[in-house]
């Protein structure tokens, strides 16, 4: 049984100040330099920030101006002696950070090509035909592009924390849930097997839950609004119980009651604890973890009563259960997939 799609996250753009790039230079009237001037001019003008600009549009500016940043590097010309580049922090844009860095450039860059991947993603409507596949390629992409931005930061003098080690592994880990979300839609639509459908559930609770304990704890605790957290926390609820319960139609199918009563119950008790802990989280990401919970109580009702009649079997204490296994249909984008144009409007494969 197929479920509607929920609700996904989308990463916000940083936003940067303008910067002059060159100045009193005998190369101003190159055709080359005079792009990477324009280009770079157009990256704060707030007629092409993200909230102006389709998703599609943006990413391919940011991609072209990566390409120009990539030629310049082995010109000959210097770039101006006290060039300086200023990022805001996406999260938190009162903090920002100034460094005469190309590779903090490079890397502020990438990290939004990431946010215009994400927000591509999260647009796409999944219940059309080809939608989860092409929202699932472009969480790849941005998982890899989030990544590539917080290895271009290592060995910097200091970083944000929107481009630190931490948030950088947060947002990869969380763009990989979302592809991951996306297979197990995949998976349901295409009647594949409860078991299988259970691996695949499993592993995006799995990333979800990597991305909720990096949220928690320092430097990301309270860096992040609440309602990510909520609807992050929610999510990992969620499919650890629609692991529990593709899992539990498995046993039912092989009359192991026992074993089932005991997933249905945990996965009943994953959604009611969540439910209880979270504030914030989309309505329509509620709504469906009490539509999985129905579904969960109703299979129980039946296997307890079938179990009582008929099989007599013993119920196992959670704590006893063994680790449902999982299994991951995702990756990361490389870079060089990521910056590659001829892959710009397509997508990773699952």
């Known amino acids: 049984m197929s479920r509607p799609p929920s609700p996904m996250l989308s990463v916000p753009e940083k936003k940067t100040a303008a910067t002059e790039l060159f100045r009193d230079r005998h190369f101003f009237n190159s055709a080359f330099f005079t792009d990477l001037r324009e280009a770079r001019a157009s990256l704060s003008a707030p007629s092409s920030q993200a909230t102006t600009q389709d998703a599609a549009s943006r990413r391919a500016f940011l991609l072209r101006y990566h390409r120009l940043l990539a030629s310049a590097r082995d010109d000959p010309c210097d770039f101006d002696d006290d060039l300086a580049f200023t990022w805001h922090d996406a999260f938190r844009p009162h903090l920002r950070r100034t460094a005469a860095s190309l590779r903090f450039e490079k890397a502020a860059v990438v990290f939004n090509v990431g946010a215009a991947s994400s ?85 995006a ?19 992040f609004e609440r309602s990510w957290v909520a609807h992050i926390l929610l999510k990992a609820a969620l499919f650890n119980a629609e692991a529990s319960y593709r899992y539990a139609i498995e046993l039912h199918e092989k009359t192991e009651i026992g074993e089932e009563i005991a997933r249905l119950q945990f996965g009943i008790n994953a959604i009611v604890d969540a439910k209880k802990a979270v504030r914030g989280a989309p309505g329509s990401l509620y709504d469906a973890a009490s539509r999985l919970e129905q579904d969960m109580n109703q299979n129980l009702e039946r296997a307890l009563n079938e179990n009582n009649r008929i099989y007599l079997l013993r119920v196992p204490a959670a704590k006893l259960l063994a680790p449902l296994p999982a299994a991951s249909l995702v990756r990361s984008a490389s870079l060089s997939e990521i910056l590659d144009v001829k892959t710009e409007t397509g997508n990773q494969s699952s």
Do not use: W
Request: aromatic share 6%.
């Open 205 to 223: 609770a799995l990333y979800y839950e990597e991305a909720y304990a990096s949220l928690v704890i320092p430097p990301l605790q309270n860096h």
């Open 119 to 203: 927000r591509i993603a999260a647009a796409v409507d999944r219940a059309a035909e080809g939608g989860v596949k092409a929202a699932c390629g472009e969480f790849q992409r941005a998982a890899g592009a989030f990544r590539a931005a917080g290895e271009m930061m290592e060995g910097e003098e200091e970083d944000t924390v929107d481009m630190g080690p931490e948030a950088s592994a947060m947002l990869e880990r969380l763009m990989l849930a979302q592809a991951q979300e996306c297979c197990f839609e995949r998976a349901l639509a295409a009647g594949t097997s409860s078991a299988a459908c259970s691996k695949v559930a499993k592993q």
